[in-house]
């Protein structure tokens, strides 16, 4: 597939696409160049979000989106970038752990201290120990979390009780997920339909 690379093309190509297993289990993003490309040689179908329609490749071309919307463009097509795309051949089954990682625990607490709510890009925030390292607190999804500079110097080596501090929420150990991966801001809100807690709900197969 040749796509003509305009600037807003390339954007587009470059933004996210959920993939789903055969059983509509969100498993993986992607990027929508690449989600095309599966869509193009027959391994992954295209889901409109609303209506759980799935289009082949040349289903899709034939839906292309108004003037004016974004699209991909080549010579002689305009297509809508998918949101979400099936595949149609293997079933991968997510693991249902998320490795504790910093960069995990910053996309867990969505880059905002949990003291105060302030959010940072990150150089201004650092990993907390709940219950302090001095006092044989661990460093694990329950016992961390992310503290700006001043809550963190405010609570020192001290617990939340001495320090008079309360979290917003609490450190639970997160499911893995593919949205674990990104920032809110680029996932997509038809996502949200097929993410496991709406599940039931939605009657999403
Ligand atoms: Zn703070």
């Known amino acids: 597939m040749q796509l ?3 600037a807003r093309t390339a954007d587009l190509l470059d933004r996210a696409t959920l993939v789903l297993n055969r059983s509509w289990r969100p498993v993986h993003v992607t990027t ?3 989600a095309l490309c ?7 179908r ?6 759980l329609a799935t289009y082949s490749f040349a289903e899709w071309i034939e839906f292309p989106p108004p003037l004016g919307a974004p699209a991909i463009r ?3 097509l305009r297509v809508a970038a998918p949101e979400v795309v099936l595949l149609r051949r293997y079933d991968r089954v997510p693991s249902h752990e998320a490795p504790f990682t910093r960069r995990n625990l910053f996309l867990r607490d969505d880059f905002t201290c949990q003291y105060c709510g302030v959010r940072s890009g990150g150089d201004r925030l650092s990993v907390d120990h709940i219950l302090p390292r001095s006092r044989g607190g661990n460093t694990s999804w329950e016992n961390c979390v992310l503290a700006c500079v001043s809550c963190n110097a405010r609570k020192a080596d001290r617990t939340l009780k001495e ?3 309360r979290l917003l ?3 639970v150990r997160p499911r893995w997920s593919p949205y674990l991966t990104l920032r809110p801001s680029q996932r997509m809100e ?8 709406h599940r039931r709900r939605s009657g999403a197969r």
């Open 163 to 165: 320090a008079g501090l």
């Open 46 to 51: 295209i889901v409109e979000p609303e209506s």
């Open 4 to 6: 003509s690379e305009t």
């Open 74 to 76: 080549s010579p002689s």
């Open 169 to 171: 929420r609490p450190p």
């Open 190 to 197: 038809s996502w949200q339909r097929f993410a496991p807690e």
């Open 32 to 34: 929508v160049r690449r």
């Open 38 to 44: 599966m869509v193009f040689r027959d391994s992954a």
